[in-house]
């Protein structure tokens, strides 16, 4: 069982749990691992702790999931240095990473997007206008889910896997690191820019129309973080 003192993430120690289980072959490449219940109670973490865990082995393409029948072992390799060397880096490498792939995701789904897709990116759009009673968190919140929209439009899983990631890793990281100042949001307008060249299917000019948001927030990130030290 993990001690309730354990200062490391709990996602962390159940990666390196769950990816030494599956190195050493006390599960087999082909096997079905055990249900989530369960691995919560071997872990005795929490089931959404257990959750998190295999979605990044699910990305990481150790595990994979058959509809019905379970989660089975993939591929036999202990991703937990890599995932070590990803939380050791920095906030700023993070939101870089972060910004490479919104660029990345918005050409490939002004290529990829259905119209389904399309059409939920522009709903997530309409979605950003000021709203009385907003908070920075608030709007913060449907920011993420117009770039979670274009990133599920990709076609690709594992881009879009990441980006969850570092959004995540990004958001905790500010309010760790930042306090009460928090990183300027781009208007509608830049993101509508985005929106309409997936929707015009214009990959080079999606990407710029990314780029023209993320690199300003790199920036500024270097700003305010100059200020502290």
């Not at 999931?65 to 700023?92: C, F, H, K, W």
């Not at 995701?105 to 939920?120: G, I, M, Q, V, W």
């Not at 781009?186 to 015009?200: K, L």
Request: net charge negative; glycine share 6%.
């Amino acid at each position: 069982m993990i001690p309730a003192s354990a200062k490391r993430s709990l996602v962390d120690i159940a990666l390196d749990n769950l990816g030494a289980q599956i190195a050493s072959g006390h599960w087999p490449v082909g096997s079905r691992i055990p249900t989530e219940p369960e691995l919560a109670e071997q872990l005795g973490i929490s089931r959404n702790t257990v959750r998190e865990a295999v979605r990044v082995l699910l990305y990481a393409g150790l595990l994979e999931v058959r509809q019905g029948d379970g989660t089975y072992v993939r591929a036999a390799a202990n991703p937990g240095e890599a995932m070590r060397a990803i939380s050791r880096a920095s906030l700023r490498e993070h939101l870089e990473v972060r910004c490479l792939l919104e660029e990345s995701a918005a050409r490939l789904a002004a290529e990829r997007a259905t119209e389904a897709e399309r059409a939920r990116i522009a709903t997530a759009l309409a979605q950003l206008h000021p709203r009385a009673g907003d908070t920075p968190e608030d709007y913060a919140a449907r920011d993420l889910d117009f770039h979670l929209a274009i990133a599920d439009a990709c076609g690709n899983q594992a881009l879009a896997g990441l980006y969850r990631y570092f959004s995540d890793a990004v958001r905790l990281s500010v309010q760790r690191s930042i306090r009460d100042e928090a990183l300027p949001d781009p208007d509608v307008a830049a993101h509508a820019a985005i929106c309409q060249a997936i929707h015009d299917r214009q990959p080079e000019r999606a990407g710029q129309a990314a780029a023209a948001i993320t690199r300003p927030l790199l920036a500024e990130l270097d700003r305010l973080l100059d200020q502290q030290q």
